[in-house]
């Protein structure tokens, strides 16, 4: 006799996940069906999902009927260790890079072969931002993200220079060239863009060394509309910050 050919039963708690796991970077607010399309679940039992989820907090319901992230999810994401602690710590010291500066101000992290952001305060300026809090960009666009990038295993650099794309007319997209960046990056601690993300927007960041081990654990910078003028004053205050956040971690 023929097996049972027919697919698992899915239980609830994976069903709530799958639902949580329909948002993304691309796709921060759903439509019931948008979710139950990506999640692959039934209409009728995502309405029930996402009621439950709204009820604890996990989602919020717009005026206009879509869904996004609730503050809970948030919340809980921010306990996890790494990012709990930087943050943290490093919050007195992004303060004070943006006091000093004006500047928007970005700490992030390597999170696989992107850049994750998990803290910002926005500038005065008007600069062209791509990234919020939670963002993942790509490493070898973004001033932050070359820092973690020169840094990194030699699996992690093989695989981002296997797969570099253009952003805008400027982005570095030749390894040969970036592989020389990262190795003055890695001999001078300073990284730089211009215009590789955004348009209008250049940006500068130094690497966040953990006194205990001297290991890079994140990358502090700025996005400013250029870096022709008050580089060194700028560098020397994430320079600053960073040796700071280090010593905490």
Known sequence: MAGNTSAPRRTVTSRLLAVLGAFGEQHRSLTLTEIARRAQIPVPTVHRLTRELVAGGALDRLDNGRYVIG??????????????????????????????????????????????????????????????????????????????????????????????????????????????????????????????????ACSLAVPVVRASDDNVAAAIGVVVATLKRDRQRLSAALQVAARGIGRLL
């Open 71 to 200: 503050r809970l999810v948030w919340e809980a994401g921010l306990l996890a260790p790494v990012q709990g602690r930087l943050r943290q710590v490093s919050e007195p010291f992004v303060n004070d890079v943006f006091a000093a500066t004006m500047a928007t101000v970005h700490l992030a992290v390597r999170d696989d072969d992107e850049v994750l952001y998990l803290h910002r305060m926005r500038g005065r300026a008007s600069v062209q931002i791509v990234s919020t809090v939670g963002t993942r960009l790509p490493m070898h666009a973004t001033a932050v993200g070359k820092v973690l990038l020169a840094h990194s295993p030699s699996d992690v650099r093989d695989r981002v220079m296997a797969n570099l794309f253009r952003i805008t007319p400027h982005t570095i997209v030749r390894p040969a060239v970036l592989e020389a960046q990262l190795e003055r990056i890695r001999r001078e601690g300073v990284a730089t863009t211009s215009e590789e993300m955004s348009i209008g």
